[in-house]
């Protein structure tokens, strides 16, 4: 009916509609009078009784999309308006668009007789009248369609205010952020159509991918994590595009331009008239820009820094210019900054090694920075000339495919690259006060470095004039490589060892003049070609002895030469099955007869350079990861025997990632599935030296975790590596699945994992990860459930702590004394006990305790006899225990020391004998029948409530603390000194050497025995940095909760302060402390200055952390005072973060840091976060410290112990009450909403203040920062003046009294419509700021959005009791403060819909907020409404139609909607009844 050439037809089919429309209309909602609408009263409607809706909403957008978008393809081809004797005659198309509006009006029930009752909704007109931005700005409608569109794209302007945040621009933190902040509301397809309907400036508030590649390059995250974040921005983005075109009108006729582009045909653009590529090129064209331009940025920035910390106009006594033509190595005062460069060279140099980033790219980009592509000579380019730049370029001619491709082919042509080095090339550094040789010789070394492809070098100076003033300096790099190679040829290893900065400094020097000279010779310098054996543990574990290479020379040689060096090492000593390859006489590499293990500074000289270069050496972890893969899969097969050699690999292996490199893979992109790795070698290893090794580093690599992704790697059994390539690699998605078999069928290990899963639970939730199952991950980790006390219940999560009281599993099977001495007597197999050389009773004895369930009784039997004064051999014992699997000797283990406190309790002692504990002592370490570390778990696994069990904790004291050669251990470890800083410490093997050397380790059960052994003793392997201490610190990192949950501060103060030395080697202590502070920050026992001090004091190195002077005077004992939390104090922390977040380097603030690629946290936001978190903890627990010291239990009064739900509940509502006590909240409200009150106002006063301020409160708990935030909401909207007062009145919008007017009257005017949205509530909050409008509501919803961003679902949880507690009070009174209400919400509707429940609750309560609101409201009728209730009923229409919670959750709200004044309940009615 609808053709453009017959417009009678036209105009008959639209009224037709019209007519069909009022009709379904009079059904639907019977028969009331318009003037009854107003009155409350009305004719029951069809839908409400029936459901029936005659018209769908979806047929009547569909047929309006159709009739508007005919007539936008109509407006172009007719002609003008005819004026016929001074009279104008209506054209055709202006008789179609008049019946057009009426059919609007009767869609919207505006038509006579239909008032107030709508089949479509004005939001929903507005949305299909607006044909998108391209169109609606290229100028080809006509003067009434284009104030139509105005007015449909103002409307919509206004929605999105309400619908996206004052600001969103918060910055995403690589291991800090939640898994949803990668996905921001800006990208979100279903906010699309808003977010493009407003102003530029407005849109600039949110995040955009070239700055989440920047955040996360500045804050050292793994590629994989870049790579990861592009794909899902461009994904989102793709999906919001696609949205957006959806939805946008694209004329027939075709050939317009729009946005730089040119519409050809309606299905085929074509950008800045060049084909489109396929959509790979398209992406990694994307990715390699966003690269590039992060990059440059990131250079620039560091280059600008160290410029400004640099004197370069200060010449050196004038000298002339070649009167440093010597080989001594200028380094300037400070050099610190320079590890800045190597980290970005390192990323630079991964980027042009992968293709990621073209060196004619960054070759050219680097050459803008000095000389902007608008002029060659600009005035400032003196200022800008750096020879940081020519040193990051040279870095790059290291790479292979780079000197011989585009380098080699400027070289042999016309130069440009060369003449523009030149250029750049800063003359003044070089003899400036603060010269650096490695720095200001870089374009000397670059020449020579390319000596072979220039051509004609007797010619080049000429080619060249710039040559002149940069060649003088040529001999200092001759002569740094000919003393270099004199030493190496007489055996002087000084420059080398790069013991001092100024050797470390020629060989880097060095190192970028050849390739690959530096590390050849460094490779030769670890692995001599002289046979010079040495022993590590025995004859059996020899290696080639060689030199120590420095960290300091590592850090600053090229990153070539680190990549180069690294591969050598994997190459020839960690690479093959066969063992260490060598290479004597200038044969070829191969394995050496009695040279079996790699040298102890090899391995050390791997780990630093992980950590030195860890962009372009992550291929080689990776291969190193699948090969570990791949034998833990073989040993799932069952039967497969390893290779001595292949034994040794994994040994030396499972050393170097559980001592070393940790910290590396704590923020390695897919480090929590690194347990499906060691899942099957833990239960099928049957060597106990390398099962011991195996199974401490499983405790630590589970410790590590820190986020969902572990639980998402337990439900992905179908996980099979990560693929080997040198281009990033994701995972994909994940289908969760429960395995079927247990995780760990060690306890030990089990325990600690559900450990792991509760403190993850506590810190970060598993709301915002659908479809995972926190039972099933708990199921999974061990055969059969875990009992736990309730002392440990205390402090786990209600899901956790509901899922474990849901079980209830029975107690482990005790062992009685009296059925082990039956046993003896009763059964004749003991007599191989009693009677040494009986071999039939051995074997009887060795096939009684085949049986797994018999075997926890064998320790309890030898130690009865131990007990009677009749021991027995230890032969015999050693051959019964080796038969038993190493992974349930800590059962076994748990299994004696429950016996052994049944036999004290037996005999009636309060105390355990001293018998006993020697007994004990003997068992740990003369005879090495138990491990010291299962010993401790076994006391402290989490079974028995400690505070009441007296005699477990004295046994725990003694094993700690009393035992005599445990104390003589820990004195050695004392007087050994091993430092924090083991990467610097150049005699920290012969310190390891020393401590194994005094007190031996046995694997075993040998260490009693003489003289051959019968079984021979399996393999020895080699120990690198593992020991009894070493092990001991991941089980005593799980002891430090059990102790803490018993109350008794003196048994933790002793520990810590004596074994804190330990944790000197732990890879994550200040991570592992704020973890403690925050999992325990409601524990009595913490609430104390001393428990607190030590605590911080054995996990932390001071000289390592940054924190505030009054931290430190609490450290060290001047005080323990917590009254200095005041605005001054808060503002610092909240400073310091902001200048992390906003990428500001600056000199440190304290001397003798270690280097960035050392530190635990690389990350300097997470490492602020993480520095602020512990001091603001410890403060807390000084805040608490007074009023508990009652809640401690004593065994004296017999109370109070807090053991059932009820209480548990009761102390969550206490810790509340305290929280709200507490200054920090109320402090840093009160700085952000009035910044002329803090201590320098004019700092950091933007967003990034209050986005550092949502970051923090969702790394501290949430009652102490995040609830208080979002509690302050009822304390705005009730008590804000500029929310309590109405908006002013609107009236309902009627298309055909707009059609049938002559000029533009207000109604129609967008601009008059915005009275209120205009306003500054619901602006930019850097617009208000920068225009002096910054208000209160504005800034809190700022705040609150941040909080409610980075935060959970707890979160959310507390904003819905909130809303609800608005709702509910009969406070609210005016529809502005509704529309604030719906502004808290909006940004979050795309989360908060896969959570049903929450997301009814709120919008119920919004909709009851509405029914309070309505009757205080005088001017609304059937002709007029507000300007604040049209947006909320915009929103509503919005939450229908873009995240829509289903028809049942509609009808739940109907009770809701049913009780709203006639019209409005007639706009929403419709949204129910679809």
Not at 319 to 346: C, Q
Not at 455 to 471: E, I, L, Q, S, T
Not at 1061 to 1068: K, S, W
């Amino acid at each position: 009916l609808f053709e453009l050439h017959r417009p009678r037809t036209w105009v008959a089919a639209v009224r037709l509609m019209s007519m069909v429309t009022k009709s379904a209309i009079g059904i639907m909602y019977g028969s009331a009078a318009p003037d009854d609408m107003g009155s409350g009263t009305h004719a029951a409607s069809l839908s409400e009784i029936s459901g029936l809706n005659l018209l769908p909403e979806g047929v009547c957008r569909e047929s309006i999309r159709q009739v508007w978008r005919l007539l936008l393809d109509s407006a172009a081809t007719e002609p003008p308006q005819a004026s016929v004797l001074g009279a104008t005659r209506r054209t055709r198309w202006q008789i179609r668009f008049e019946a057009t509006m009426e059919l609007l009006d009767s869609y919207v029930g505006r038509t006579e007789h239909c008032v107030g009752r709508p089949l479509v909704s004005y939001y929903m007109i507005s949305r299909e009248l607006d044909p998108g931005a391209a169109v609606a700005e290229s100028g080809m409608l006509t003067g009434e369609m284009q104030r139509i569109v105005d007015l449909c794209f103002g409307r919509k302007r206004r929605l999105g205010r309400i619908l996206l945040p004052p600001d969103g621009s918060w910055p995403l933190i690589s291991h800090a952020s939640r898994a949803h902040t990668v996905k921001h509301v800006y990208d979100q397809p279903g906010y699309a159509l808003v977010r493009d309907s407003l102003t530029l400036e407005e849109t600039q508030r949110g995040a955009s991918a070239g700055r989440v590649v920047a955040d996360l390059l500045y804050q050292r995250a793994p590629i994989d994590e870049v790579f990861a974040a592009m794909r899902n921005h461009r994904t989102m983005q793709r999906k919001a595009k696609a949205a957006v075109a959806n939805d946008s009108y694209m004329p027939n006729s075709g050939e317009y331009t729009a946005n730089g582009g040119e519409y050809i045909a309606n299905d085929k653009y074509v950008a800045n008239g060049a084909e489109a590529d396929t959509d790979a090129e398209i992406e990694r064209r994307e990715s390699s820009m966003l690269l590039l331009d992060a990059m440059a940025q990131r250079i620039e920035h560091i280059v600008r820094f160290i410029q400004r910390q640099c004197d370069f106009e200060t010449l050196l006594d004038e000298r002339k210019l070649n009167a440093n033509s010597d080989a001594t190595m200028i380094v300037p005062r400070k050099f610190g900054y320079w590890e800045h460069m190597n980290e970005v060279a390192d990323q630079l140099y991964y980027f042009v090694l992968s293709d990621t980033i073209s060196y004619t790219d960054i070759h050219a980009r680097l050459y803008a920075l000095v000389f902007p592509a608008d002029s060659d000579i600009h005035p400032g380019s003196e200022a800008r000339k750096d020879n940081s730049y020519i040193w990051l370029l040279l870095q790059l001619l290291h790479i292979e495919k780079v000197a011989a491709g585009p380098v080699r082919a400027d070289l042999a042509g016309d130069e440009d690259m060369l003449e523009q080095l030149l250029q750049m090339y800063n003359e003044r550094q070089i003899v400036s006060r603060d010269a650096f040789y490695l720095r200001d010789l870089a374009l000397q070394a670059t020449m020579s470095h390319q000596q072979a492809s220039i051509r004609d070098n007797h010619g080049v100076k000429f080619r060249h004039p710039r040559m002149a003033v940069a060649m003088p300096f040529a001999p200092v790099l001759f002569q740094l490589q000919n003393e270099f190679g004199q030493q190496f040829k007489d055996e002087n290893y000084a420059l080398l060892q790069g013991r001092d900065v100024c050797a470390a400094m020629k060989t880097a020097t060095v190192s970028q003049i050849r390739q690959y000279v530096v590390p050849n010779a460094l490779y030769t310098f670890l692995v001599p070609a002289r046979e010079s054996v040495a022993q590590l543990q025995g004859t059996a574990t020899t290696y080639l002895q060689g030199g120590n290479v420095g960290f300091q020379l590592l850090d600053f040689i090229n990153v070539g030469g680190k990549h180069r060096l690294l591969q050598l090492i994997y190459k020839m000593m960690l690479a093959h099955e066969q063992g260490p390859q060598f290479q004597f006489d200038g044969r070829q590499p191969s394995a050496r007869a009695g040279i079996t293990c790699v040298s102890p500074h090899v391995v050390d000289t791997v780990y630093m350079l992980l950590y030195n270069a860890p962009y372009s050496n992550e291929l080689m972890m990776k291969e190193v990861l699948e090969k570990l893969r791949r034998s833990d899969k073989a040993m799932a097969q069952g039967g497969t025997r390893f290779s001595a050699a292949n034994l040794r690999w994994l040994y030396t292996v499972y050393q170097l990632m559980n001592c070393r490199l940790l910290r590396f893979f704590k923020y390695y992109a897919h480090a929590s599935h690194l347990v499906h790795h060691l899942r099957h070698s833990l239960v099928h290893v049957t060597h106990r030296q390398l099962y011991r090794s195996l199974e401490c580093f499983a405790l630590c690599l589970v410790n590590l975790q820190h986020d969902v992704g572990f639980l998402q790697a337990l439900m992905n059994p179908a996980y099979h590596g990560v693929p080997l390539t040198p281009h990033p690699s994701a995972l994909g998605a994940i289908r969760y699945s429960k395995p079927k078999d247990a995780w760990f069928e060690c306890a030990m290990l089990a325990r600690n994992a559900a450990v792991v899963i509760a403190r993850i639970e506590t810190m970060r939730g598993l709301g915002d990860v659908p479809g995972l199952e926190l039972d099933e991950c708990l199921d999974s980790l061990a055969p059969q459930p875990q009992l736990w006390a309730p002392a440990v219940l205390r402090y786990l999560p209600r899901a956790v702590r509901a899922y474990y009281t849901r079980r209830t599993p029975q107690p482990s099977a005790r062992v009685s004394p009296a059925s082990v001495r039956q046993l003896i007597g009763a059964r004749p197999e003991h007599a191989a006990l009693l009677r040494p050389g009986d071999v039939a009773a051995e074997s009887a004895l060795a096939a009684f305790y085949a049986a797994p369930e018999r075997q926890a009784l064998f320790l309890c039997v030898v130690w009865v006899l131990h007990e009677r004064q009749t021991p027995p051999p230890m032969a015999v014992v050693r051959r019964v225990l080796l038969t038993f699997p190493p992974l349930q000797m800590s059962s076994h283990t748990s299994a004696l020391l429950d016996f052994i406190v049944a036999c004290e309790t037996e005999r009636g002692t309060a105390e355990p004998a001293s018998a006993t504990m020697q007994l004990l002592n003997d068992f740990m370490f003369r005879f090495q029948l138990v491990h010291h570390e299962h010993v401790v778990f076994a006391l402290t696994r989490g079974e028995h409530d400690l505070r009441t069990d007296r005699m477990r904790l004295l046994l725990t004291r003694y094993v700690l603390l009393e035992s005599p050669q445990f104390s003589e251990r820990l004195d050695e470890w004392h007087r050994l000194d091993f430092q924090g800083r083991y990467w610097a410490d150049f005699e920290h093997w012969k310190k390891q050497d020393a401590y194994l050397a005094r007190f031996p380790e046995f694997f075993e059960f040998e260490a009693a025995l003489e003289g051959p052994l019968e079984p021979a003793p399996a393999l020895s392997l080699p120990v690198y940095y593992e020991n009894g201490m070493v092990r001991l610190l991941p089980v005593l990192e799980f002891a430090l909760g059990r102790m803490i949950e018993a109350e008794d501060r003196g048994l933790l103060r002793d520990v810590l302060d004596r074994m804190g030395i330990l944790y000197r080697l732990h890879q994550v202590p200040l991570t592992t402390l704020m973890n403690t502070l925050f999992v325990y920050f409601n524990a009595p026992t913490l609430h104390d200055a001393a428990v607190v001090r030590s605590l911080n004091r054995a996990l932390l190195d001071m000289s390592q952390q940054n924190f505030s002077p009054e931290f430190e005077q609490f450290m060290r004992g001047d005080t323990d005072d917590c009254t200095h939390i005041d605005a001054r104090y808060v503002s610092r922390i909240i400073e310091r973060i902001a200048r992390a977040i906003m990428r500001h380097i600056a000199p440190p603030t304290k001397q003798n840091l270690p280097e960035i690629h050392y530190r635990e946290i690389p990350n300097p936001i997470l490492l602020a976060l993480t520095e602020c978190v512990v001091e603001l903890l410890t403060w807390w627990c000084l805040h608490c410290a007074p009023s508990s010291a009652a809640r401690l239990y004593d065994s004296a009064r017999n109370g109070p112990l807090v053991a059932s739900e009820t209480e548990f509940r009761a102390e969550e509502q206490q810790r509340r009450t305290w929280a709200a006590e507490w200054p920090l909240a109320q402090l840093l409200l009160e700085l952000i909403m009035e910044p002329e009150r803090r201590p320098e106002p004019g700092a950091y006063a933007g967003a990034t203040y209050i986005h550092s301020t949502g970051l923090l409160a969702n790394v501290l708990p949430d009652e102490l920062l995040a609830f208080p935030i979002v509690q302050h909401l009822s304390r705005i909207v009730l008590d804000e003046p500029v929310l309590k007062s109405n908006s002013g009145p609107k009236r309902y919008f009627s298309f055909v009294e707009f059609a049938r007017s002559s000029q533009l009257n207000a109604d129609a005017d967008p601009d008059a419509a915005t009275r209120f949205a205009a306003t500054s509530v619901f602006n930019s909050f850097e617009q208000n700021r920068n225009h002096n409008m910054a208000n209160r509501p504005n800034t809190f919803l700022t705040l609150l959005h941040s909080v409610l961003h980075y935060g959970g679902i707890a979160t959310f949880n507390t904003l819905s009791d909130t809303i609800h507690a608005l709702a509910t009070g009969g406070e609210l009174c005016s529809d502005i403060q509704l529309l604030y209400l719906c502004a808290t919400v909006g940004p979050i509707l795309y989360r908060l819909v896969d959570h049903e429940a929450l997301y009814v609750q709120i919008l119920g309560d919004l909709l009851s907020s509405l029914v309070q609101i309505c009757p205080r409201i005088s001017h609304l009728d059937a002709e007029c409404s507000t300007d604040a209730i049209e947006q909320v009923m915009d929103f509503f229409c919005f939450v229908k139609d873009q995240f829509d919670p289903g028809r049942s959750a509609w009808r739940r709200l109907a009770p809701h909607i049913a009780a709203l004044p006639v019209l409005l309940r007639y706009q929403l009615q419709c949204m129910v009844d679809q």
